[in-house]
């Protein structure tokens, strides 16, 4: 996890699965707002040590970089978590599985090895590029 970790609510126990998403996709998109802004935020409600301010990278230096491709994983989670499916893209063509789908995919990897390349795709490319 990230920086903020989740934690269930001690009044109402145990989390439903569609409470537990929101909390996921709020914790993705505050720490997509650290990488852009450099500052932390915390949520009231939570109990986490308070993330510390760091400073704005220059565009194009490696740090920067490396944050851009952070926030594009952390998009594509939220994507995940939204549609309930896997993107895949390659060259012209996209193909959505659903999670299910893709963890059998994963798991079985080594018979689909002519179809499926060895790196995965951890990043979207949109669609105009």
């Known amino acids: 996890m990230g920086m903020w970790e989740e934690a269930s609510d001690p009044v109402m126990g145990k989390k439903d699965k569609n409470e537990e998403r929101k909390e996921r996709i709020l914790n993705l998109t505050l ?10 935020y915390v949520i009231p409600k939570k109990k986490s040590p308070t993330v510390g301010l ?4 220059a565009p194009g230096s490696v740090i ?14 939220i994507i ?3 549609t309930g499916e896997v993107a895949i893209r390659c060259e012209d063509v996209s193909i ?6 893709w963890e059998y995919i994963k798991g079985n990897k080594a018979l ?3 179809g499926i390349k060895e790196e995965e795709p951890q990043q979207l490319r949109p669609l105009g590029e």
């Open 64 to 77: 920067q970089k490396e944050n851009d491709k952070k926030i594009l994983e952390l998009i594509s989670n």
């Open 112 to 114: 689909y090895r002519e």
């Open 31 to 40: 720490e997509i707002i650290y990488l852009l802004t450099g500052e932390g």
């Open 96 to 101: 959505y599985f659903s999670l299910e789908e």
């Open 54 to 57: 760091g400073a704005l990278h």
């Open 80 to 82: 995940q978590l939204l």
